[in-house]
């Protein structure tokens, strides 16, 4: 009986080569926003102690009942996959001493594991970008954070297909004044609740209002509304967020029924959105979390973030924007006669070549041909990789130190001293740019 076939785990997903391209373009522009505003990378481990997701998630969410990725170790001692990065970082923060009457920017990059049904856009790994400043209290970062993601939207090609909604969830004093109101609400209305709502009445309430259920939405629209129960700080910090965000020119929503998913949030809550992902239509989404760091036993320490699911990201570009493509072309392919001629191997002259191209070009994909001696069979490989420049290297080039140039697209042909090469490709590349 044959083996069974070893295929990856359902929900994680191999990035190919005809995807990976596009995926670092996206990641260079981002990298590149970030930097340009001074924030910094961190990179915090895979996986965390299980119980810094329960204190810093909450035990009664989604992600901590349901979804985490949690099995013992060899000394029996509980560990997680992380299901999201911002519990990581502060941890990291505390315990190396970078939070307290510090100022961080911080940003980060890298996987994340939850237990969920598979579906476009949402996958059992996924990546996730994001952004965490501590010790700035006013709106004025909260403002900075989402400026910062419309600059990216714009870079990316996609600001047309994003909006902004925001709301402010308050203190925690004030949510558990209007979480006991809300309740209320609801029993009065449970017997037309669903199932998954009537589980999270009492768990985790603010999370009904997320619903999407379609015969619930009446019945949600006229729940008390949190606005009404926010203490008066909240109030002026958002009446700041809003003025700061009008003078910058971002067009947003203000939705009351947006709380987000996790419990460390509190003030200034936002989502950026698409409608042209179906349901998955949630791109980026942060907000303010002033109680995380003394939750998770440091100093207490104001923080702001966001993260931008990277999957869904890439899908929506892929959906809107035509001008962001997987490009794997290369520029330069090096051809050669493979033959030795007077103690001279064509092969090993352009190898050295390429690497005198590589010296001025770093940024370029420069590829050498290995296997095959027919010159044709080598120029097919060099259409289908898309080159733009072959540098040949036959026998009489190697007798007399010289190397010809053949620009792809025009036909146009150079026979130059081998180091001359490498600077003839660079002017030719510059050209066509």
């Not at 994680?12 to 373009?25: G, I, K, R, V, Y």
């Not at 930097?35 to 992600?63: C, H, M, Q, W």
């Not at 004093?173 to 979480?179: L, M, T, V």
């Not at 910058?248 to 003030?267: E, F, H, K, P, S």
Request: with cysteine; glycine share 8%; charged share 25%.
């Amino acid at each position: 009986m044959a083996e069974k076939k070893i295929q990856s785990i359902r929900g994680m997903n191999d990035l190919l080569p005809t995807e990976s391209a596009l995926w670092q373009q996206v990641e260079k522009t981002v990298k590149m926003i970030l930097n340009s505003y001074g924030y910094n990378e961190i990179r915090t481990p895979i996986v965390e102690d299980t119980g810094l997701f329960k204190r810093a998630v909450g035990e009664v969410t989604d992600i901590v009942e349901k979804e985490m990725y949690t099995f013992n170790d060899r000394n029996d001692e509980s560990i997680t996959l992380r299901p999201e990065l911002t519990a990581g970082c502060v941890r990291a923060g505390i315990e190396h001493g970078l939070l307290y009457n510090q100022e961080q920017r911080l940003w980060y990059f890298g996987p994340a594991f939850r237990y969920e049904k598979p579906q476009k856009g949402r996958y059992r790994q996924f990546h996730q970008f994001g952004v965490e400043v501590f010790g700035l209290e006013g709106p004025g970062i909260d403002a900075e954070l989402i400026i910062l993601t419309a600059r990216l939207w714009k870079a990316l090609g996609i600001d047309q297909h994003t909006s902004l909604e925001l709301n402010s969830i308050g203190s925690l004093e004030a949510r558990a004044e209007y979480k006991h109101a809300l309740v209320q609400y609801l029993e009065a209305h449970k017997e037309q609740l669903d199932e998954d709502c009537k589980r999270r009445m009492y768990t985790n309430p603010l999370r009904v209002l997320d619903s999407k259920n379609p015969s619930l939405q009446e019945i949600l629209n006229n729940a008390p509304k949190l606005f009404d129960y926010l203490d008066s700080e909240s109030k002026n910090h958002f009446d700041g967020l809003c003025q700061l965000l009008n003078n910058a020119g971002i067009n947003y929503t203000v939705n009351q029924r947006l709380v987000r998913g996790l419990d460390y949030y509190n003030r200034t809550v936002f989502e950026w959105v698409t409608n042209s992902l179906g349901a998955q239509g949630t791109v980026c989404g942060g907000g303010r979390y002033d109680g995380l760091v003394s939750q998770l036993g440091g100093q207490a320490t104001p923080g702001v973030g966001f993260a931008i699911g990277f999957e869904r990201l890439v899908l929506l570009i892929q959906t809107v924007n035509n001008t962001l493509k997987n490009d794997n072309t290369i520029d330069v392919y090096m051809i050669s006669s493979a033959e030795l001629i007077e103690g001279k191997h064509t092969t090993a002259i352009a190898q050295q070549l390429a690497e005198k191209i590589r010296d001025i070009m770093p940024e370029k994909r420069i590829m050498t041909n290995y296997g095959t001696t027919n010159f044709k069979k080598q120029f097919t490989k060099a259409d289908k990789y898309g080159a733009k420049i072959a540098v040949i290297i036959g026998g009489n080039e190697a007798l007399e130190n010289t190397a010809v140039i053949k620009e792809l697209q025009t036909g146009n042909q150079y026979a130059l001293p081998q180091e001359m090469i490498a600077e003839k490709c660079l002017e030719i590349l510059e050209k066509g740019e």
